[in-house]
């Protein structure tokens, strides 16, 4: 596969920005005036209690929703004027993997990773090997014929990561994908974000309730050479002339972003309100 | 009692209260905005046709489900209704020692208008609701959106595919219902009345002229039109999770029954007078 990043970097300027976004429905603004912008190949974590609209930005940045004000630019396009038909281009380069995967129940874990191929024409020979390969890549290619009923709820979300991952997108949203798993199954997802992040180099957006979660994002990386999830070496990188993925945090909080910034800011910081994040 | 954990405290600052003028008012804003949606998702059903992407598959999925899945239930319930009327009819007729009449009534009445319209309804019964129910429950698993964050357009994809099937596929259960009607009739004519089948046949035959087989199979087209739209209305518009899935399932039947009815009213007067005027 071709480094989406590849692609991504050819984007001048950043990956996503938000400008100002309010987002209201008939029970009042949940998001009021978020600004942020997350450069390619950064990893943004947004944190936040439930209910603050960390799922309604990652879906205003794919355009599944409008801001009432502001303005949202993705991959520099402007998503929030763009129409409906524009968009569909748009999302091509974009990957999603929902919360509880949103696999399409009436077709089998193949179908559901090939959607995307089959919907852009791609001729069916290329097709297999390409959703075997995503399948691999989420360790899960004996499940292809499979109905997504028939799956756990953990697997369930890796097939959403294939599917995600399978035409490279240059951006991939997350909405609390670790959400209701138990730990073992978390850290699986955890590094297979990390590896699409490593080996592929897509810029993310990751909505969690769970701080471990972006803390494992920004303190651990995957090595292509050994295969294996270590704990990120910024040294290395720079030696072998890479720059290690970053990541960052938002915190939000009553609809706006109470906290900006890096994983040691986080963790040292003696906020009553972030100090519950961090227990 | 006052005082207690348990007692509920009131907000002190009044409800505003609401005219009974406030409350039409707002119903009627919601009636009409449901209409104007409803139109716009009717429209967009058919200006689809006219660009691609189309998806000839699904609609030849949905034309089986639709058709082949309803032709147990249109056969059985065409057969009994056949005999009854002829049992009905044939009660009164005989009387004048006119029995011989029951084939043309028969015929009529279920070219015209029973057949088309009982099979409107029974496939309502069983397809509006179907329609509902998967598209609701795609909606609240959020694999509508998950479809439109891959570049499909779920209106080309859902919804259209679906009326395309049922307007094609209710003429032809029309004539199957009216066929096994007059075969139950006919049954029931020789065995209660004592008509010979041929005579039965030929009365019936020749009761029916152009002008019948036109409306007989403009409006099923009219009537599959009204149940599919239905059902992609109430699916698409479910609120309140799988509860709200239960509730636009049987407002999807009840008001495609309802607008079946009423739309044989005015389809029967058009076809009355251009019957008149062409034929």
């Known amino acids: 596969m071709t480094p989406a990043a590849a692609t991504a970097t050819t984007n001048a300027g950043p990956a996503v920005v938000f400008d100002n976004v309010y987002l209201g429905f008939d029970e009042g603004d949940i998001l009021r005036g978020v600004s942020f912008s997350v450069p390619a190949r950064e990893t943004l974590v947004l944190l936040g209690e439930t209910g603050t609209g960390k799922t309604l930005t ?180 720079a030696k072998d002339g890479q720059i290690a993925a970053a990541t960052r945090f938002i915190v939000y909080k009553d609809g706006r972003i109470y906290f900006e910034g890096d994983p040691q800011e986080l963790s040292g910081t003696k906020d009553p309100y972030l100090r519950r994040f961090l227990v | 009692m006052a005082g207690t954990p348990l007692q509920i405290e009131r907000d002190a600052s009044p409800e505003p209260k609401l005219s009974i003028v406030d409350v039409l008012v707002d119903s009627l804003k919601r009636w009409v905005a449901s209409v104007q949606d409803y139109s716009f998702l009717s429209a967009r059903s058919v200006k689809n046709l006219a660009t691609g992407p189309r998806y000839f598959q699904d609609t030849l999925d949905q034309m089986d489900d639709i058709g082949v899945g309803s032709l147990p239930i249109v056969l059985i319930s065409g057969f009994f209704i056949g005999a009854v009327m002829v049992l009905q009819t044939g009660s009164q007729f005989t009387r004048f020692g006119q029995a011989a009449l029951t084939g043309d009534i028969v015929a009529i009445a279920l070219v015209r208008e029973l057949g088309p319209t009982l099979t409107g309804i029974l496939v309502a019964g069983r397809c509006s609701s179907g329609i509902a129910s998967e598209l609701g429950s795609m909606l609240v698993t959020e694999q509508v959106d998950a ?5 499909t357009d779920p209106s080309r994809k859902l919804i259209t595919p679906r009326v395309l099937a049922t307007v094609l596929v209710l003429p032809l259960l029309t004539a199957l219902n009216d066929f096994v009607g007059l075969l139950g009739g006919c049954v029931a004519s020789v065995f209660s009345l004592r008509l010979g089948a041929v005579e039965f046949w030929t009365r019936a035959i020749k009761a029916l002229d152009f002008a019948d087989l036109m409306q007989g199979f403009t409006k099923p087209m009219v009537y599959g039109f009204i149940l599919a739209t239905v059902g992609c209305y109430k699916g698409l518009n479910v609120r309140g999770g799988t509860q709200g899935v239960g509730r636009a399932t049987t407002q999807a039947v009840v008001l495609a029954s309802v607008m079946i009815i009423a739309a044989d009213l005015f389809l029967t007067k058009l076809a009355l007078y251009l019957g008149d005027k062409l034929f």
């Open chain 1, 58 to 237: 990652l879906k205003l940045a794919t355009g599944l929703l409008k801001p009432t004000r502001g303005s949202v630019s993705v991959l520099g396009q402007e998503v929030s004027i763009m129409s409906e038909r524009e968009l569909l281009h748009l999302r091509e380069r974009i990957g999603f993997v929902f919360q509880e995967g949103a696999l399409f129940d009436s077709m089998t874990v193949g179908e559901n990773v090939a959607y995307r191929l089959r919907e852009e024409h791609v001729k069916e020979e290329e097709i297999e090997p390409r959703v075997n390969e995503a399948l691999q890549f989420v360790e899960l290619e004996h499940t292809a014929d499979q109905l997504p009923s028939e799956l756990s709820g953990g697997m369930r979300r890796r097939v959403s990561i294939a599917r995600a991952l399978i035409n490279r997108p240059d951006i991939v949203l997350y909405d609390s994908p670790t959400a209701g798993l138990d730990p073992i199954t978390s850290q699986t997802i955890i590094s297979l974000i990390l590896r699409l992040r490593d080996v592929y180099g897509v810029t993310a957006l990751m909505a969690t309730q769970r701080l471990q979660d972006g803390f494992a994002l920004a303190n651990f990386s995957f090595d292509k050479e050994t295969k294996h999830v270590v704990r990120a070496n910024p040294a290395k990188g």
């Open chain 2, 147 to 151: 479809m439109r964050a891959m570049g």
